[in-house]
Nanobody, 123 residues
């Protein structure tokens, strides 16, 4: 069974940092682009960041550019999201995903999705 499992999120204060990880199992994820989305209560799921399969190319949403960093460790089938200078508006459930191309992942057309992890930022 192919799975993506996010690490536990948490409750942090504004300005703090938090790192999420997402571990894949059931197949090798190295050929796939991997990304992160988030969904705040009452809002649509939105793209956060995506990283290419092998060359480390990244794309970020404007709202997180300069604060969040996506990275991956193909040997461990894991993708990370380092979140710095967190703001209350970053509060959301965060989902990792994996797909056949960066554009597919960015457009929400991933093949695999994690179950989500809650990040809450207090002011």
């Amino acid at each position: 069974q192919v799975q993506l499992v996010e690490s536990e999120g948490g409750l942090v204060q504004a300005g703090a940092s938090l790192r999420l990880s997402c571990a894949g199992s059931g197949r090798t994820f190295s050929p796939l682009a991997m990304g992160w989305f988030r969904q705040a209560p009452g809002k649509a799921r939105e793209f956060v960041a995506v990283i290419s399969a092998y060359d480390g190319m990244t794309i970020y949403a404007d709202s997180v550019k300069g604060r969040f960093t996506i990275s991956r460790n193909n040997a461990e089938n894991t993708v990370y999201l380092q979140m710095n200078s967190l703001k209350p508006e970053d509060t959301a459930a965060y989902y990792c995903s994996a797909g056949n191309s960066m554009s597919a992942v960015r457009q929400g057309r991933a093949v695999y999705w994690g179950q989500g992890t809650q990040v809450t930022v207090s002011s």
